[in-house]
């Protein structure tokens, strides 16, 4: 039994970067030994509908016409992946908007806004710089993939 569009998938995954690097995984052990483990993360396989937008593009495409047990290792890039950093979503603001709120800024220091979640990326004196891109915007992903259920869309009768 292959995946196919619609499906709900159950996987296994390992996300590196070009270099090897872990930036995020479904195993316990390897979260532990990348030095990215999360205390109370529920780690396992995890699933999703295939060929719907639940998962970045190159993802979604990859996993068609895999079938249980099968290992795949995916070469994504940036368009198929989280996209290019788009110059527009980095914006300045001006300090003083952090010190009436109470906050410290600090350079790679991530903050939830109205707008949504922003790294902030330099802190001037009268100006701290924000990119509310996606931090693996831009970025090659390695994922090594394996299926371990797969649970077939059902058939509308047309």
Avoid: C, W
């Amino acid at each position: 039994m292959k995946v196919e569009k619609g499906d709900f998938v159950v996987f296994n995954y390992i996300g590196k970067f070009e270099d090897g690097e872990v930036f995020d995984t479904s195993y316990e052990d390897i979260a532990k030994e990348a030095d990215i483990y999360v205390e109370d993360r529920k780690y396992g396989p995890i699933g999703a509908n295939v060929g719907v937008g639940e998962l970045i593009p190159g993802l979604d495409e990859a996993l068609i016409g895999m079938e249980v047990g099968e290992k795949k290792t995916i070469t994504i890039p940036p368009e198929l992946g989280y996209g290019m950093p788009r110059e527009e979503l980095i914006i300045n603001v001006p300090r003083s908007d952090f010190e009436n709120a109470g906050i410290e800024p600090v350079q790679d220091m991530y903050i939830m806004t109205d707008s949504g979640i922003a790294k902030i990326t330099k802190v001037g004196e009268e100006e701290v710089t924000l990119d509310f891109n996606h931090p693996l915007a831009g970025k090659t992903l390695i994922f090594e993939v394996e299926i371990v259920d797969i649970q077939k869309a059902e058939k509308q009768e047309a």
